[in-house]
């Protein structure tokens, strides 16, 4: 077990000209600013005795003329203390295997090194490969596209003539980041974008494709990765003009559900037989270029080229409206945006969200619309989610004017239990000033939700979205995952025996940030008294197992405080606490 280290002269205490050599004890803490190695009694470490090697096929792309993605693959297969990365005189810590370096010299030379860490932060050999960013940007990937391209640079990427945004209209949901330029970033569960350029379908490519959908992205990422997606749907008329994306979708609705672990069609109102591929998960920052393909009787979805997911399907249109919808998915960057068909003009649409502002035996009110918002516009589409009592035609009024509301595919009814979605058109312009919007019905009627779809006409003019650009986030420290068991018969740490020693793993495994920051070392605390300090040199993370003697700790509840110390102290530290209580045998 290793409990303390010997400093000395060989050949123990001894007086050698004038200077005094003495035992230490590493059994004492250390001091608050040393952060040396330090193991209790009652601790010993157990190392992972995995090697560290070089990585192997590092690989240099670009996605622009100012950038390059690096990825390789781990020696070992698994990389347990992560990477670093070395450009052009800067450094980064990754946990996973890929990372992008932007805002490049196009025209230069980029030698990139990367090197295996281990837990304690010893480093591998470098590999090295070498590239010009602007040599190694392949542009073919535009054949076939419609221009212009939309790039998600800033506000104006967002006007409302190509573009529509449903959110909850109660929280910033994007801004923008400073890479190569700036990047829209989505900063809220859930969030849908929808282009006003219409897709429809042209005569077959070289590549058989009728119409294609192209993303730029680096998503989804997110901490809820079992529920993060990005959804590149088609919808048709009239279900293009719904709120939030939800399933079960509408009929003939086309998604491509994007996962960090795969991708698979859904076709709403119908079964698909498909082919579903997986990839390395994404990684935050590091891009990668998807495209949806419709040809005739299948759907085809690629990333990067390669493609991973396909459904043999014969589409019930010709034309649709493209979205982007995002659950789960914060910190997801969005970069370019482009279709592919018959080239269309945009039909500028814009959305309000509506709410409740009073009821009635009647109806619902749905508050007042401004004649700001209606100026300019051709038409007004008012869009609500109900619930009736009973069945009972149900009206929706636009100040004095009132049309009977017809229910969006699928047409199911009312029904108690579940909420329908219906739709009502007025022209404009309204003879009435900031008219009010209700919608009414005997049949005992709830709305959910609302929204009005504005048609905008050519004078129409509607302010920018706002975006606020946000520096980027400083890397992260990683979070401890903590284990701890008996070291013989597995039991969890909540209920122990008296005896024997508590097998305590320490994983820092975030492969999801864009840049870890270097960690010092790991601090172990037992019922705050410190334990154990394990210096760990700068690394990226890894995996550290202690084993803890449990002979005379009194059998009471008891608390493992974990800790990881960054080296640059502006950071947080982060811990992990572990209880745990010993049953007397």
Known sequence: MERRSLIAALGGLALLGGAVVVLRDESAPPRPQAFERFLDERVEYVPDTQRVATPTDLRLTALDRTSLRASWTAADGIGHGGFEVRWNGETR?????????????????????????????????????????????????????????????????????????????????????????????????????????????????????????????????????????????????????????????????????????????????????????????????????????????SVVASRDGVDVASAPVELPWTSARARLAFRQARGTHLDTFGLGGVPGTPAPGSVAPLGVSGTDSGGVSLGNVANSQLAGASSVRVVASVVAERAAPITVELGTRSAPAVFMPPDRGLDPARPAVVHADFPLPSPDSNPQVRVSSDGGLSVYAAHLVIADGPDARHPLPRLVTRPLPDPRVPSPAVSAVHETAGEPAD??????????????????????????????????????????????????????????????????????VPVDERHDVQSYQQPFEIRPL
């Open 93 to 297: 810590l990754v946990r996973g295997t890929g990372t992008e370096l932007t805002d490049l010299d196009a025209n230069a030379d980029t030698t990139v090194e990367v090197r295996a860490l281990d837990a304690l932060g010893g480093r591998s050999d470098p590999a090295t490969a070498k590239a010009v960013p602007r040599l190694a940007y392949d542009d073919t990937w535009l054949d076939g596209l419609m221009v212009p391209l939309d790039l998600f640079d800033g506000p104006e990427a967002l006007d409302p003539r190509r573009w529509r945004v449903f959110d909850r209209g109660d929280t910033d949901c994007l801004h923008l980041r400073p890479v190569n330029g700036e990047r829209l970033e989505v900063d809220c569960d859930r969030v849908d974008l929808q282009s006003n350029v219409p897709l429809r379908f042209g005569p077959p490519a070289p590549d058989g494709a009728v119409a294609r959908v192209s993303l730029t992205t680096d998503g989804p990422v997110g901490d809820l990765t079992d529920e993060s997606a990005v959804l590149i749907a088609l919808l048709p008329e009239p279900v293009q003009d719904l709120g939030h994306l939800e399933e079960p979708f509408p009929p003939g609705v086309l998604v491509l559900r994007i996962t960090p672990f795969g991708a698979r069609f859904l076709l709403g109102g119908a079964p698909l037989g498909e082919t579903s591929g997986t990839y390395p998960p994404p990684t935050s920052g590091v891009r990668h270029r998807w495209e949806l393909r419709v040809l005739p009787g």
């Open 495 to 564: 209920r122990l025996p008296d005896r024997g020693r508590l097998r305590l793993t320490v994983e820092l495994a975030d492969t999801r940030a864009r840049e870890v920051a270097a960690v010092k070392g790991v601090e172990v605390d037992l019922d705050g008294e410190r334990i154990a300090v394990l210096p760990t040199n700068g690394s990226a993370g890894g995996r550290h197992g202690f084993l803890v003697d449990l002979d005379g700790l009194a059998g009471d509840r008891h608390e493992l405080d974990v800790r990881v």
